[in-house]
């Protein structure tokens, strides 16, 4: 059984040593395996392992400058129980 999707969602202005603080505590989580997102409203853990896959785009238009960073790993599969299947016919 699926735990469905859980989201979080957080947006602040920050000058360059907030947005490093912000990476830092991202990196060292990822090191130790649960990274942790809170604010005032919620509350998010993840725990990275395994293989990850990393998408990095950076885009200047018009003076506006962007980075995306998307990292996304498989979590843990709940272990199914064996059923024994059984075919009859008439």
């Known amino acids: ?14 000058n360059a040593d907030g947005m490093q ?6 990196n060292k989580g990822i090191a130790k395996g649960s990274v942790i ?3 005032e409203d919620d ?7 395994g293989l990850m896959n990393l ?11 962007r980075i995306n960073i998307r990292i996304t790993w498989q ?8 059923k024994n299947l059984s075919v009859k016919s008439r």
């Open 1 to 14: 059984m699926s735990q469905g999707k859980q989201s979080f969602r957080h947006e602040s202005l920050l």
């Open 21 to 26: 603080d912000i990476l830092k505590a991202i």
């Open 43 to 49: 509350e998010m853990i993840m725990e990275p392992e």
């Open 37 to 39: 997102f809170s604010d």
């Open 75 to 82: 979590g843990k599969e709940e272990k199914k129980t064996k």
């Open 55 to 65: 998408k990095l785009t950076a885009t200047q238009e018009d003076g506006r400058n």
